[in-house]
């Protein structure tokens, strides 16, 4: 239930790969219930890492339990690395030797590492199977478990393995988000900030007077209330964007706000720094190149900079150039961004010289 004493609902409109995303404190204890309806079979097989396994796996366990459903776990180590070719064999190897149906159902219980990971191995699993996201950071809570990218990491760069795979149900508590270290909420917060950037100006006015308390400052129920809020909103655009462009042929990129940056940045640091801070970092490029091509009022870089306090980061110039250059989306010497005019009002599609694009990742990052 959440703080309210309710839950909040939002649907996928992807014909019958629809799906509900439930949002609210505590559902993890009522997970048995929301999981069955949309389970092919009775089997779970629960993949998580280490410390969401400390924290979370027996509630989750016993919820399903309690609703008839036999949960199996897998429980891999956290962070990025995961997200790789060795523990997708690894785990893979490991769901094979239980021997699952193929109306077994996964569950991704963690982060966004957990979510694309388990989602990639769901896809391929028996030729694929269901997957169920059950998202323990705000990150995953706002993004990663809902629209069905699913990935790892190569070392050609991030996400370029990967299949779209829908999830059979979102279930974001958003209590669990209390035990999130800050600096993981922080990161989580740019993506919720990228949000407020594309899809909303009331949202980005609310956040102003709001994203502290997302953060954790002011008294439990507050936290919580706008824990939930910033969650559904972030959730209800991203469910609008996916509805209209699953594969992303044209504006589901709106989504890679300040991305095309992030992604150089986290290869050029070895896959060191998180994906959340880099995004925070790759939002203010972004808004800059907003401001010389598109006109952009520079006070709303000043506000995100603000609140998000980017900081230059130790990264490969050569390697972050690299993986800027083979960005998915650039064509011959000309980088695709997205842009923005104003908040809530993004172009996907800007092409501009390669070199432009390069001098603002170096502005983003010191050698290291
Ligand atoms: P993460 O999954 O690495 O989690 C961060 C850390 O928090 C981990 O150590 C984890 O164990 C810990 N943790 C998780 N939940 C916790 C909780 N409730 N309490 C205490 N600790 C907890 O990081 P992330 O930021 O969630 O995800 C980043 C990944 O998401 C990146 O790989 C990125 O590429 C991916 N991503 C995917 C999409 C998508 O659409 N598929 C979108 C955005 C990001
Ligand atoms: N996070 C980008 C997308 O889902 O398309």
């Known amino acids: 239930m959440g703080a309210s004493g309710k839950t909040t609902t939002i649907r996928v409109e992807l014909g019958e790969r629809g799906y509900d995303i439930v949002i609210g404190a505590g559902l993890l204890a009522e997970a048995g219930w929301h999981l069955k309806p949309v389970m092919p079979g009775r089997r779970a097989l629960i993949v998580t890492d280490r410390p969401v396994a400390e924290r979370y796996l027996p509630e989750l366990e016993q919820s ?36 699952p149906g193929r109306d077994a ?14 989602g990639f191995a769901a896809s391929i699993l028996l030729r694929g199977v269901a997957v169920v996201q059950v998202p323990t950071t705000l990150l995953a809570q706002v993004d990663s478990s809902v629209g069905g990218k699913t990935g790892i990491d190569t070392r050609h760069g ?33 993506e919720v900030v990228k949000y407020a950037l594309i899809d909303n100006p009331p949202f980005f006015d609310w956040l102003e007077a709001n994203g502290a308390a997302v953060l954790g400052a002011g008294g439990a129920n507050r936290v919580a209330a706008a824990r939930e809020r910033a969650v559904a909103a972030c959730c209800r655009a991203k469910a609008r964007v996916v509805a209209a ?3 992303e042929g044209e504006s589901r990129a709106l989504l890679n706000l300040g991305h095309t940056f992030a992604h150089a940045l986290e290869a ?5 720094l998180r994906h959340g801070d880099a995004v925070a970092l790759g939002l203010t490029a972004a ?44 064509r011959a010497g000309r980088a695709r961004l997205v842009l923005l005019e104003a908040p809530g009002r993004p172009l996907w599609d800007v092409e501009l010289p390669a070199g432009e694009v390069e001098d603002e990742l170096d502005a983003l990052l010191v050698d290291s």
């Open 245 to 247: 462009d699953e594969r």
């Open 287 to 330: 808004l800059r190149l907003s401001e010389r091509h598109l006109g952009l009022d520079p006070a709303v870089r000043e506000e995100v900079v603000r609140v998000l306090a980017p900081r230059p980061v130790a990264a490969d110039r050569g390697l972050a150039r690299a993986a800027l250059a083979r960005d998915k989306k650039a």
């Open 64 to 99: 399903l339990r309690r609703a008839g459903i036999e949960p199996e776990h897998f429980v891999l180590p956290p962070g990025e690395h995961t997200k790789s070719f060795a523990q997708l064999e690894a785990l893979l190897d490991d769901l094979l030797g239980v021997r």
């Open 105 to 118: 159902t996964v569950i991704a219980l963690g982060g966004g590492v957990i979510g694309d990971l388990a």
């Open 158 to 190: 991030k996400n370029l393995v990967g299949s779209f795979h829908q999830p059979h149900l979102v279930l974001a508590d958003t209590a669990v988000l209390d035990s999130l270290p800050a600096r993981e909420l922080c990161a989580g917060y740019a």
């Open 268 to 272: 050029g640091s070895g896959y060191a």
